[in-house]
C-alpha cells in the first residue's frame, strides 16, 4: 500500500480507479455541503455569516462539477454501499444548546464543512511525477486551493463572538465531525492501495 496515487501510466496519469473513488468521495462532502449550504441560505440576507454561505454555496457547487468532468471513471462495485455511508454521515446535525435554530443549523455545517476541508487533503496523494497538465491532477489542486481558502472562513465563524458561550460545545462537535470524516476517507482510499496520511487539521 502506497502513500500516494500510482503507479502512474506513462503519461503521468492517475489509475482510473484511483480517480473514481476519490472523486466519488469528494462530490460526495462537497456535494453534501452544496445542498445543505443552499437549504441553510435565507431568501434575504441579513448577517455576514449568511453572506459567506452563499459564497461557499457556489464555491462548493464549482468544485463538484469539476470532479465530474476531470475524472476518468469506470465501474467501482464498492460504491453502491460505500456511497450510503458517506451520505449518512454527511447528514446536518444542529448544535444543541443553541437557541437560535439557523444559527444551530449554521454552525452544524461549518463543522461539517471544517472538518472536510481541513481532513481530505487529495493533492498531497500526488507523487511529484504527477502530469501538471491532467485534468484530474489540476481539479485537485484547484481543490487543496480552494478548501485553504474556505477553511479560514469556518475558523473566522466558528471563533466569533457569538458563539463564545458555546464554545465547548462547537470544539466538541467539531472533533467529532473530524474523526468521522478522517475515518471515512481513509477508507476510501485503502481499498485502492492508498494510506492515507493523518492531515494536520486546523484548529478553530
Request: charged share 20%; hydrophobic share 45%.
Amino acid at each position: 500500500m502506497s502513500e500516494f496515487f500510482g503507479p502512474l501510466n506513462s503519461e503521468g496519469r492517475v489509475p482510473p480507479r484511483q480517480q473514481t473513488r476519490v472523486a466519488a468521495f469528494l462530490i460526495s462532502a462537497h456535494g453534501a455541503l452544496a445542498r445543505q449550504f443552499a437549504f441553510a441560505l435565507p431568501l434575504k440576507l441579513e448577517s455576514a455569516w449568511q453572506t459567506e454561505l452563499n459564497a461557499q454555496f457556489y464555491r462548493e457547487t464549482e468544485l463538484v462539477s469539476l470532479l465530474l468532468r476531470a475524472t476518468s471513471w469506470v465501474p467501482d462495485v464498492a460504491l453502491g454501499y460505500m456511497a450510503a455511508s458517506w451520505e449518512t454521515a454527511w447528514s446536518p446535525r444542529p448544535i444543541e444548546g443553541i437557541a437560535d435554530q439557523p444559527l444551530a443549523l449554521a454552525v452544524g455545517l461549518a463543522t461539517l464543512a471544517h472538518a472536510a476541508h481541513a481532513g481530505i487533503r487529495p493533492a498531497a496523494l500526488l507523487p511529484v511525477d504527477a502530469n501538471t497538465n491532467d485534468p484530474f491532477v489540476m481539479t485537485l489542486r484547484r481543490i487543496e486551493f480552494e478548501s485553504s481558502r474556505l477553511l479560514q472562513a469556518q475558523i473566522l465563524f466558528l471563533k466569533g463572538e457569538s458563539l463564545v458561550p458555546f464554545r465547548d460545545t462547537v470544539n466538541s462537535a467539531l472533533e467529532r465531525r473530524r474523526t468521522e470524516v478522517r475515518k471515512l476517507w481513509s477508507e476510501a482510499l485503502e481499498g485502492v492501495g492508498i494510506s492515507a496520511r493523518e492531515g494536520n487539521d486546523e484548529k478553530p
